[in-house]
């Protein structure tokens, strides 16, 4: 026989309907975690004060530091996009005294080897980032065709140009619907050493015109160059046109971290505003394509002071750095109140417990026998019964971020039910449980854990079927439980963390957290190992 669970007569107070869960861990972590809810997802939205299309959720500064980590992903791009053969299509004449006009065509060119000696990647203000290359050494080769009136000849060449010279600047932009944009707004490149060697045919003569073909075929290298770096940018923002805006978290919700404008560059630091809104899987809204927002820039270094409205203003004893972090993350209480409104109205904040799902030496067992001595008139009138507990949050959970630690606030319900012999259901009474708890996040490589405390535990009566509830005794003795299990618990399952969703192969390298008023703040190194 399927149990059920007998309508609740709680006045106008609505009925709470049981939830089941497919996988259910021990009922003491299940209760701890939601009264420790607030810290892991925190804060919520009823009334948004904060308007995610103007102000970011999340807000990061890439500072000088992180250029030269930059710098080798943007050499090996420049190297992978010319270490191959390229349409040249040159053609050109020479009128030789005594032997005519000599015309040539070479078709392509093989470049083989790519020397950057001296490389720099700045800052491009208002633009992006500028690569400039000095001392650069290039080897290729070609085949070529000549005529010099009737005779026809074909060979090969090879060229060594010392002393190249590469600038180039990368513009980065947002295409309206979140996504980065890149384009080349602006090559230049010169070499002033050029060795040439003709092969096959006759190369003996070309070999002795060489230096007529030199200032010729500089100049097209040159071009050359730039157009291949055009291409190769090109493809880049052709892939960055189908990045994803968002990441789903889990089964409920999903992240946006589009970007709210173009990102903002001096000569000093890049400033980056991501959405930071987390949603209901299924119910995602596409961003209107709006105009790109202006974000401030001013933003001195080692540490910001002036942030965006959606930020307080950071000061360098915030967070005391030896050196200068390669990245800075912020990360606003509008983030988690977006979890906390998408998880609440998700119904995911509701947990059934039942007599089996608490460790034995949990001081407070779910049975009648256990419960009756909070009620008497539970266990004389149903003797010696499990019992099951339906816990949900009524209202949404609250956070706060301070320096000290993240404080959280759950208002939650209980309602407690009888299991008849007949598996049927029968509500006995229903309570308030509020708590108050403190949390520290950490970071350790990619992993994102933390811990908890509980600060306080609020249990009242709201209805009972079988009489007053002893609710202060049954507050000392919940309290209890979750010092002595719950937390201990909670703090092993976060200290372990979550893996956070950073792209294949790069890592955080000495991460460091800073609660501020308002938000929190992550410092960190970057680590690329393929």
Same mark, same amino acid.
């Given at each position: 026989?399927?149990?059920?669970?007998?309508?609740?007569?709680?006045?106008?107070?609505?009925?709470?309907?049981?939830?089941?869960?497919?996988?259910?861990?021990?009922?003491?972590?299940?209760?701890?975690?939601?009264?420790?809810?607030?810290?892991?997802?925190?804060?919520?939205?009823?009334?948004?004060?904060?308007?995610?299309?103007?102000?970011?959720?999340?807000?990061?500064?890439?500072?000088?530091?992180?250029?030269?980590?930059?710098?080798?992903?943007?050499?090996?791009?420049?190297?992978?996009?010319?270490?191959?053969?390229?349409?040249?299509?040159?053609?050109?004449?020479?009128?030789?005294?005594?032997?005519?006009?000599?015309?040539?065509?070479?078709?392509?060119?093989?470049?083989?080897?790519?020397?950057?000696?001296?490389?720099? =990647?700045?800052?491009? @203000? !208002?633009? #992006?980032? &500028?690569? /400039? +290359?000095?001392? $650069?050494?290039?080897?290729?080769?070609?085949?070529?065709?000549?005529?010099?009136?009737?005779?026809?000849?074909?060979?090969?060449?090879?060229?060594?140009?010392?002393?190249?010279?590469?600038?180039?600047? =990368?513009?980065?932009? @947002? !295409?309206? #619907?979140? &996504?980065? /944009? +890149?384009?080349? $707004?602006?090559?230049?490149?010169?070499?002033?050493?050029?060795?040439?060697?003709?092969?096959?045919?006759?190369?003996?003569?070309?070999?002795?015109?060489?230096?007529?073909?030199?200032?010729?075929?500089?100049?097209?290298?040159?071009?050359?160059?730039?157009?291949?770096?055009?291409?190769?940018?090109?493809?880049?923002?052709?892939?960055?046109?189908?990045?994803?805006?968002?990441?789903?978290?889990?089964?409920?919700?999903?992240?946006?971290?589009?970007?709210?404008?173009?990102?903002?560059?001096?000569?000093?630091?890049?400033?980056?505003?991501?959405?930071?809104?987390?949603?209901?899987?299924?119910?995602?809204?596409?961003?209107?394509?709006?105009?790109?927002?202006?974000?401030?820039?001013?933003?001195?270094?080692?540490?910001?002071?002036?942030?965006?409205?959606?930020?307080?203003?950071?000061?360098?004893?915030?967070?005391?750095?030896?050196?200068?972090?390669?990245?800075?993350?912020?990360?606003?209480?509008?983030?988690?109140?977006?979890?906390?409104?998408?998880?609440?109205?998700?119904?995911?904040?509701?947990?059934?417990?039942?007599?089996?799902?608490?460790?034995?030496?949990?001081?407070?067992?779910?049975?009648?026998?256990?419960?009756?001595?909070?009620?008497?008139?539970?266990?004389?009138?149903?003797?010696?019964?499990?019992?099951?507990?339906?816990?949900?949050?009524?209202?949404?959970?609250?956070?706060?971020?301070?320096?000290?630690?993240?404080?959280?606030?759950?208002?939650?319900?209980?309602?407690?039910?009888?299991?008849?012999?007949?598996?049927?259901?029968?509500?006995?009474?229903?309570?308030?449980?509020?708590?108050?708890?403190?949390?520290?996040?950490?970071?350790?490589?990619?992993?994102?854990?933390?811990?908890?405390?509980?600060?306080?535990?609020?249990?009242?009566?709201?209805?009972?079927?079988?009489?007053?509830?002893?609710?202060?005794?049954?507050?000392?003795?919940?309290?209890?439980?979750?010092?002595?299990?719950?937390?201990?618990?909670?703090?092993?399952?976060?200290?372990?963390?979550?893996?956070?969703?950073?792209?294949?192969?790069?890592?955080?390298?000495?991460?460091?957290?800073?609660?501020?008023?308002?938000?929190?703040?992550?410092?960190?190194?970057?680590?690329?190992?393929?």
């Amino acid at each position: 026989m399927v149990g059920s669970a007998t309508p609740v007569m709680w006045g106008s107070l609505p009925a709470c309907h049981a939830f089941r869960c497919q996988h259910r861990p021990r009922g003491a972590t299940w209760l701890c975690l939601l009264l420790l809810l607030p810290v892991c997802v925190p804060a919520t939205i009823t009334n948004p004060s904060i308007n995610p299309s103007i102000n970011p959720g999340i807000k990061a500064w890439l500072t000088r530091r992180s250029l030269e980590f930059g710098r080798r992903f943007g050499l090996e791009l420049f190297q992978s996009t010319l270490q191959k053969e390229h349409e040249l299509n040159l053609t050109g004449s020479y009128n030789i005294p005594l032997l005519g006009t000599l015309t040539y065509a070479v078709p392509r060119i093989h470049i083989h080897e790519l020397q950057m000696n001296d490389s720099a =990647l700045d800052f491009a @203000e !208002d633009v #992006g980032v &500028r690569l /400039t +290359v000095q001392r $650069a050494q290039i080897q290729l080769s070609a085949d070529w065709a000549a005529r010099l009136g009737a005779i026809q000849d074909s060979g090969s060449v090879e060229l060594h140009m010392r002393d190249l010279a590469v600038a180039a600047v =990368l513009a980065v932009s @947002e !295409d309206g #619907g979140g &996504r980065p /944009t +890149v384009w080349s $707004a602006g090559c230049d490149t010169g070499g002033t050493d050029l060795q040439m060697e003709f092969h096959r045919g006759y190369s003996w003569l070309y070999n002795l015109l060489a230096p007529l073909l030199q200032r010729t075929l500089r100049q097209h290298l040159n071009k050359q160059l730039c157009l291949e770096l055009q291409r190769g940018i090109d493809k880049l923002d052709a892939a960055l046109k189908h990045m994803k805006v968002f990441t789903q978290l889990d089964t409920f919700a999903a992240i946006d971290h589009s970007l709210l404008g173009p990102p903002a560059f001096t000569a000093e630091h890049g400033d980056i505003a991501l959405k930071g809104e987390i949603f209901r899987v299924g119910m995602y809204q596409q961003r209107r394509s709006a105009p790109p927002v202006a974000l401030p820039v001013a933003l001195p270094l080692p540490l910001p002071t002036p942030l965006p409205v959606a930020l307080p203003t950071l000061t360098p004893k915030a967070l005391p750095m030896a050196r200068e972090p390669m990245l800075l993350v912020a990360v606003t209480e509008f983030v988690a109140n977006s979890a906390a409104f998408t998880y609440f109205t998700a119904g995911a904040l509701r947990r059934n417990i039942s007599s089996g799902m608490l460790p034995q030496r949990f001081p407070l067992q779910l049975s009648t026998k256990s419960m009756g001595v909070f009620s008497p008139q539970l266990q004389e009138r149903y003797g010696n019964q499990p019992m099951e507990l339906h816990l949900w949050a009524r209202r949404q959970p609250l956070l706060s971020c301070h320096p000290d630690a993240l404080h959280g606030t759950l208002f939650g319900s209980a309602e407690a039910f009888v299991v008849l012999p007949n598996t049927t259901r029968v509500p006995v009474f229903l309570l308030n449980i509020d708590a108050n708890v403190t949390g520290k996040p950490t970071i350790t490589r990619n992993r994102l854990g933390g811990t908890v405390r509980l600060r306080g535990l609020s249990v009242t009566q709201v209805a009972s079927n079988v009489g007053p509830v002893e609710v202060k005794r049954l507050e000392t003795l919940l309290k209890f439980g979750l010092w002595l299990f719950g937390v201990p618990r909670a703090n092993k399952w976060l200290q372990a963390g979550i893996p956070l969703p950073l792209p294949h192969g790069l890592s955080l390298l000495r991460p460091r957290v800073s609660l501020q008023e308002d938000f929190v703040l992550i410092a960190t190194d970057l680590q690329y190992e393929p």
